[in-house]
């Protein structure tokens, strides 16, 4: 993520402000201004490439949360079946207990 910022930095930098400077087109600096040109280009694919493998790490990154919240609603829903399920049987028992108690009498 840095070296995306900086990069951008760079290239704004260079494309943006240096062909402001009051010297920029003087003709001392012309091979100074292809090397630069050069080096914004360089930097500028090196950014596509960044940004690729950024990409693709957050395509990573929501997988992997996608997994983490289905793991969690599945877990959540069979808390749920396990809970209904132990209440379910609490009142078998309980029925039997009230059958068991009326045959009593």
Not at 34 to 60: C, F, G, H, P
Request: with cysteine; charged share 45%; hydrophobic share 25%.
């Amino acid at each position: 993520d840095e070296t995306y910022v900086y990069g951008i930095r760079f290239a704004t930098f260079c494309l943006e402000q240096l062909p402001n400077h009051p010297q920029y087109n003087q003709k001392r600096f012309q091979k100074a201004k292809i090397r630069n040109a050069r080096q914004v280009d360089r930097v500028l694919k090196t950014m596509e490439i960044i940004t690729q493998r950024m990409d693709a790490e957050e395509l990573v990154k929501q997988k992997k949360e996608e997994q983490l919240k289905k793991e969690q609603i599945q877990s959540e829903e069979n808390e749920r079946k396990e809970r209904l399920a132990k209440e379910e049987e609490e009142n078998q028992q309980r029925r039997l207990e009230l059958e068991r108690q009326k045959s009593k009498k």
